[in-house]
């Protein structure tokens, strides 16, 4: 009999976004008990595509079982940038509401950097406006980009600390990769961004003791790429086609990671499963940041929300 292949541990990303939002859930009621204040969250999304209505109708649910507002404001594909402004303008405006989130991507007729830079530093949740990019370049508080934060915070319960830890991540998005690489940064890993101009991927992946994947390309990273031990975080959400050929002929789709799980799982010490792994952390790092936002805008330390 052969011995069974090692296998990774599997790190539980939807039982640690279901902690971290019960902990967000108290944090506020005692917010809102001692001080008046309810959180809100306004979440604009423009157009219809699916997939994005999916994730915005999960941050609706879950801000609301946080006990926190939440606003949903939808508007048409053919909204102007000048109406979608105006919009931002009344909403950091308004006292009541702490976070703004504007679902990316936005329909090419609007400058997403012009809607970015227009949004209140302080309620920018997601933490793409240049200011808070600047604040964690420089190491000063400010709102960390809700992906990145769930995996560094992953990372950190699992592996405490992580200084002198080879760290490759591959993807330099605004969204995922860089502010993830900043992360790992300020917690003194040595740190390699990889990308698609990047040579001989699978050798650069073998140093890593922490290998980050968000570059959206379905099960891309093969198990023997995969330094035996390494913590492999999958940020990729990817839809491909149904295993079973009937389901994928009427159009049924799975969701899949970067990385290929099962090889991976095989070689790596921990692993975050697609879906259940990263995906459930960005909302929980989202209603954590909107808390944080609500705390300093009244001018009261925010409690640790940490485990
Ligand atoms: N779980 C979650 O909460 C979230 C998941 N995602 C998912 O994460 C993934 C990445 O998202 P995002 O950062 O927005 O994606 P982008 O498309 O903005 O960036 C992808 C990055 O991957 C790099 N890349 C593409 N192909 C290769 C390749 N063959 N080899 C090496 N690098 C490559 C690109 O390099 P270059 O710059 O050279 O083009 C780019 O830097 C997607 O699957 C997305 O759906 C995103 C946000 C949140
Ligand atoms: N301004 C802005 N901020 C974002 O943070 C942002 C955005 N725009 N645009 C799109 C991406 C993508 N994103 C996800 C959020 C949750 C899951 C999630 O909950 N995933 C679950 C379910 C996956 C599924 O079944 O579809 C999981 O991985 O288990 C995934 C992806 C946030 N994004």
Redesign the pocket.
Known sequence: MTAAPPRATIIDGKAFAAGLVDRVAAASGRLEAAHGVKPGLAVVIVGEDPASQIYVRNKGETTQRAGMRSDTHRLSDNTSEAELLALIAALNADSGIHGILVQLPLPAHIDSAAVLAAIDPDKDVDGFHVVNVGRLSVGVPGMVPC?PLGCLMLLKAELGDLSGLNAVV????N???KPMAQLLLGESCTVTI?????RD?PSLFRTADILVA????PE?IRGDWVKPGATVID????RVPSRDPVKAAEGKTRVVG?VAFEEAAAVAGRITPVPGG??PM?IACLLANTYTAACRAAGIEPEPLDA
């Open positions: 992906t591959v993807g330099r998005s969204i995922v990769g990889a990308h698609s101009r990047t991927l968000a570059v959206g390309r891309m940020v990729g959400i990817n970067d990263v995906g960005t």
